[in-house]
């Protein structure tokens, strides 16, 4: 069951993205606290949480190591094994045991690296022109380490918050999400999520933030094999009745179909912030859209535009064929991969009961790939939208925060599936160009370790009270 979502959202956000004049001065970091952050940054790099090596549950045990260290109870913190690697809780006991904890999370595991392509090793967490480099330094041992560091910091200051903080790590997020979806069902009882793999700020070309983004959604991902079966015979016997060609039929309706374009609260949200920072056409049409959402010419541009069209509704695409066994056979089956990017709050179901209509061919066989995952997108809730506000004021005041919606996939779905409403708020502040999560020589830029801690410590104290 979904909780009752807040509809506060507009009015929230036209008031959070104003121009805050009097901003707090923002904390400094303890020397201390900010040196153990990058301490446990380059352990955390040191650990090759790759799938199948099995290093998951020894990341875990030091970073419950670290955590008791710094004053957190040992029976406050589970280490669950899963196959090869595990799950870790950490709870932050708060002074009222009724009120719903706060669920901050991340993912231990990271995508391979293979030594042998690096510059440097990607185990090795190497300092070099203001990044500290390795896999993972990014994506998502920074948001671990950070969110450990910021809890470090609260205890150190003997902060006791009314709600319970939970930190919550994951062990497979790049893979299948399956301790996502163990721990997800064990949290489902939180107020929200607090994701650090997601959003964060984009720094321009002199260096200073342009915006914040705000992950509030994920549109679902799912695979539609449509395929075509045929008796096949000799290819010196053409008939018309051949899969290939129907399939090749199937694949054109499906490329002349539009899903019906759709907004929502978060998706206007976006346009709206991000309109008066876009310059040109598309920030004309930007600004138009958010303030009506049916206007043809707005979303003529911008559906015209690969990175944004996934904003305005659901989207499918043929991405792999496969069809025929000889070359001189008639095919036997033909088939294509359709992915398709769902809108939050659409079902599955009804995307592919559309497929069938649009392939519109009953010999055509249409099936659904895999256990898909539907999330509603979060609300924009005041409470959180004003916290955020107030964080990110303390590191780049006045900084324009634009709610967004992604492909997906973090393990935030997990949490939105079981109704609880969850935020990407990576305190990552990066130049595009220096982005290389997933890829070689991943790196994160020094300059925003103390921000981070800033951030958190903010965001927590917030929204624990
Ligand atoms: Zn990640």
Redesign the pocket.
Same mark, same amino acid.
């Given at each position: 069951m979904h909780p009752i979502r807040t509809r506060a959202g507009l009015g929230a956000i036209a008031s959070c993205l104003a121009l805050t004049a009097a901003a707090a001065t923002a904390p400094s970091v303890p020397a201390d606290i900010s040196a153990r952050l990058r301490e446990i940054h380059a352990r955390s790099i040191s650990f090759q949480t790759v799938e199948g090596q099995g290093q998951v549950p020894a990341y875990a045990a030091y970073l419950a190591g670290v955590l008791t260290e710094g004053g957190f109870q040992p029976a406050d913190i589970t280490i669950t094994p899963f196959g090869e690697t595990a799950f870790m809780v950490a709870r932050y006991r708060g002074k009222d045991p009724d009120a719903k904890p706060i669920v901050i999370g991340g993912?231990m595991d990271v995508v391979s690296a293979f030594k042998a392509d690096w510059q440097r090793d990607p185990f090795t967490a190497v300092v070099e022109d203001g990044f500290v480099f390795g896999r993972g330094s990014s #994506?998502?041992k920074f948001g671990v380490s950070t969110m450990v560091a910021a809890l470090l910091w609260l205890k150190a200051e003997g902060y006791k918050p009314r709600r319970d903080i939970v930190l919550a790590l994951s062990g497979d *997020? *790049?893979t299948i999400q399956a301790t996502t979806a163990v721990m997800a069902e064990q949290l489902k009882n939180a107020e929200l999520l607090l994701n650090s #793999?997601a959003g964060g700020a984009t720094l321009g070309d002199d260096g200073k933030p342009i915006v914040y983004g705000m992950q509030a959604a994920e549109k679902t991902y799912v695979d539609f094999d449509i395929g075509f079966t045929n008796p096949g015979g000799h290819s010196s016997r053409p008939s018309p009745d051949n899969a290939i060609y129907h399939l090749a039929r199937a694949i054109d309706h499906i490329a002349a179909f539009s899903f019906p374009r759709q907004s929502s609260e978060l998706t206007r949200a976006y346009f709206r912030a991000a309109g008066p920072i876009t310059p040109g056409e598309t920030g004309a049409a930007m600004r138009r859209y958010a303030e009506d959402p049916t206007d043809a010419g707005a979303i003529a541009v911008l559906s015209s535009q690969p990175e944004h069209v996934g904003q305005l509704g659901t989207t499918c695409v043929a991405t792999m064929l496969q069809g025929g066994h000889a070359r001189n056979a008639l095919p036997q089956s033909a088939k294509v991969n359709v992915n398709c990017r769902v809108f939050p709050g659409v079902t599955i179901e009804s995307v592919k009961e559309t497929l069938v209509q649009v392939v519109d061919d009953p010999r055509a066989l249409v099936t659904t790939l895999g256990k898909p995952v539907p999330s509603d997108a979060s609300p924009l809730r005041d409470d959180v939208m004003k916290a955020l506000r107030r964080a990110i004021d303390l590191r780049a005041p006045g900084l324009p925060i634009v709610p967004s919606m992604s492909a997906g996939a973090?393990d935030s779905l997990y949490f939105r599936n079981l109704g609880v409403p969850s935020y990407g708020v990576s305190g990552i502040f990066m130049h595009p160009k220096d982005q290389f999560?997933h890829g070689l020589n991943e790196r994160v830029p020094i300059a925003s370790f103390d921000g981070a801690l800033i951030q958190w410590r903010s965001l927590l104290k917030d929204l624990s009270r």
């Open positions: 993912h #994506d998502n *997020e *790049e #793999d973090t999560a």
